[in-house]
């Protein structure tokens, strides 16, 4: 089974979306761990909770510093953790760019109305102004605009005769607590599915100097225009049920070096003959600097002169 992704709960109150996330995290199979739970608020009652449940916590106070630099302590901290993926919830904190380029793709926020209706505080008072007869959540991809980006999941609740904000509330947390666990387990695993994992090697991968794609013999490979094969992507190649990239190194030594270090990560790829390739394990949560730097040493040892002579 592959490893579970390790997600940070940013939160700044009662934190039951967290409790959610937590407990859904315990169920048999969930696909995800909280490893830990943050907060811009030392009094924030949820860090208490997750304390209790042996979660480990931090909490920064924001106050006196700037966004930008506020925001890189909470980044630093998740990454001590270890963080894969960060779920926002009930973080009333906006973010500095810096932070969002930082994690993109990897943060996922919760919002109590049915995105694009309603952004930002005071909902359910929007909800009730605007007559509206059903509301609900969002879960969606954080991007640097408030309350927007991809929208992965709603819940809808009806509006009834009679509510208010309060009543809103309680409704509309029901649907967040069956909602979020769900859609972050979904989110997780899609970043595991062999589409995403090409989807996200193709980004890098093209995006060398004078790199192209092209199929050869099955997969998809990466190559130098007019030039040579730097990089593979192999899904289930020959039945070997693993999703892999397959890159070039600089020959027998380099591979049996990096298979020695880590053989769970790396391995010899069947059918490359002695010609210096090693395989990387795309399925347990890669380092992606790693495969990054991988990549452009690969390319460099394939790219004629003329481009190798390239600064990037
Ligand atoms: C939730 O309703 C969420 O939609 C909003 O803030 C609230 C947080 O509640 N962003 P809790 O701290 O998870 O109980």
Same mark, same amino acid.
């Given at each position: 089974?592959?490893?579970?992704?390790?997600?940070? &709960?940013?939160?700044?109150?009662?934190?039951?979306?967290?409790?959610?996330?937590?407990?859904?995290?315990?169920?048999?199979?969930?696909?995800?761990?909280?490893?830990?739970?943050?907060?811009?608020?030392?009094?924030?009652?949820?860090?208490?909770?997750?304390?209790?449940?042996?979660?480990?916590?931090?909490?920064?106070?924001?106050?006196? #510093?700037?966004?930008?630099?506020?925001?890189?302590?909470?980044?630093?901290? #998740?990454?001590?953790?270890?963080?894969?993926?960060?779920?926002?919830?009930?973080?009333?904190?906006?973010?500095?760019?810096?932070?969002?380029?930082?994690?993109?793709?990897?943060?996922?926020?919760?919002?109590?109305?049915?995105?694009?209706?309603?952004?930002?505080?005071?909902?359910?008072?929007?909800? #009730?102004?605007?007559?509206?007869?059903?509301?609900?959540?969002?879960?969606?991809?954080?991007?640097?605009?408030?309350?927007?980006?991809?929208?992965?999941?709603?819940?809808?609740?009806?509006?009834?005769?009679?509510?208010?904000?309060?009543?809103?509330?309680?409704?509309?947390?029901?649907?967040?607590?069956?909602?979020?666990?769900?859609?972050?387990?979904?989110?997780?695993?899609?970043?595991?599915?062999?589409?995403?994992?090409?989807?996200? &090697?193709?980004?890098?991968?093209?995006?060398?100097?004078?790199?192209?794609?092209?199929?050869?013999?099955?997969?998809?490979?990466?190559?130098?225009?007019?030039?040579?094969?730097?990089?593979?992507?192999?899904?289930?190649?020959?039945?070997?049920?693993?999703?892999?990239?397959?890159?070039?190194?600089?020959?027998?030594?380099?591979?049996?070096?990096?298979?020695?270090?880590?053989?769970?990560?790396?391995?010899?790829?069947?059918?490359?003959?002695?010609?210096?390739?090693?395989?990387? &394990?795309?399925?347990?949560?890669?380092?992606?600097?790693?495969?990054?730097?991988?990549?452009?040493?690969?390319?460099?040892?394939?790219?004629?002169?003329?481009?190798?002579?390239?600064?990037?």
């Amino acid at each position: 089974m592959p490893e579970k992704a390790r997600v940070g &709960v940013l939160i700044s109150g009662r934190g039951s979306n967290m409790a959610a996330l937590l407990y859904a995290s315990r169920l048999y199979d969930c696909p995800y761990e909280i490893v830990v739970v943050g907060s811009n608020d030392p009094d924030a009652a949820g860090l208490a909770l997750a304390a209790a449940e042996g979660v480990p916590t931090f909490a920064h106070s924001h106050k006196g #510093l700037k966004r930008a630099e506020f925001d890189a302590i909470i980044t630093r901290e #998740l990454e001590q953790a270890g963080v894969t993926h960060i779920a926002l919830a009930g973080y009333m904190r906006l973010l500095s760019a810096e932070f969002v380029t930082h994690w993109q793709g990897r943060c996922l926020n919760i919002h109590p109305s049915l995105l694009p209706k309603h952004k930002g505080l005071h909902t359910h008072e929007a909800v #009730l102004a605007a007559g509206e007869a059903e509301t609900g959540c969002t879960i969606h991809i954080v991007t640097p605009e408030l309350d927007d980006g991809p929208i992965l999941g709603q819940a809808r609740i009806k509006v009834l005769p009679g509510d208010t904000p309060d009543s809103l509330t309680v409704r509309v947390q029901y649907a967040e607590h069956q909602l979020y666990p769900r859609v972050l387990a979904d989110f997780v695993s899609a970043d595991q599915r062999p589409e995403a994992l090409l989807t996200r &090697v193709r980004g890098l991968a093209l995006n060398l100097p004078a790199a192209a794609e092209k199929l050869s013999h099955g997969s998809p490979g990466f190559f130098i225009e007019g030039g040579k094969f730097f990089a593979y992507f192999s899904e289930n190649h020959h039945g070997d049920g693993i999703t892999a990239l397959l890159l070039k190194v600089s020959g027998l030594d380099e591979a049996a070096m990096l298979i020695e270090q880590d053989p769970d990560r790396f391995f010899r790829p069947k059918y490359f003959g002695p010609a210096g390739w090693v395989g990387v &394990v795309l399925t347990d949560g890669p380092d992606w600097a790693m495969i990054e730097a991988m990549l452009s040493a690969a390319w460099r040892l394939c790219a004629p002169k003329r481009l190798a002579m390239l600064p990037f």
